[in-house]
């Protein structure tokens, strides 16, 4: 079983930033490759950005290149989505997902190639 817990969520005006965290309690962090994902009311789940497991790739969406980073200490079991330059339409519950199985050094832009994800957490961006 594999456990995560998102924080960092908040509430902030357009142009500010925030740091989501997502901690992992699994014992093998270090083989997972992480995602993070969003979900607006009304719309379908959405990538943002993915990291491998040992973290020398990176993936980024659209909407996420320019304004975010996606990054990993796996001495802490955590990985991270830096947002800077936030716009209304960013409003959405981010959640972090794991994909324990995977064994390449990628990591998947796609929610079903990820097996556990978190309860999510809130970003609200005020015009």
């Known amino acids: 079983q594999v456990q995560l817990v998102e924080s960092g969520g908040g509430l902030v005006r357009a142009g500010g930033s925030l740091r989501l965290s997502c901690a992992a309690s699994g014992r093998t962090f270090s083989s997972y490759a992480m995602g993070w994902f969003r979900q607006a009311p009304g719309k379908e789940r959405e990538f943002a950005a993915a990291i491998s497991r040992n973290g020398d790739n990176t993936y980024y969406e659209d909407f996420v290149k320019g304004r975010g980073t996606i990054s990993r200490d796996n001495a802490k079991n955590t990985v991270y989505l830096q947002m800077n330059s936030l716009k209304p339409e960013d409003k959405a519950v981010y959640s972090c997902?794991?994909?324990?199985?995977?064994?390449?050094?990628?990591?998947?832009?796609?929610?079903?190639?990820?097996?556990?994800w978190g309860q999510g957490t809130q970003v609200t961006v005020s015009s």
């Open positions: 997902a794991a994909d324990p199985a995977r064994d390449s050094d990628y990591a998947a832009a796609v929610p079903w190639e990820y097996g556990y």
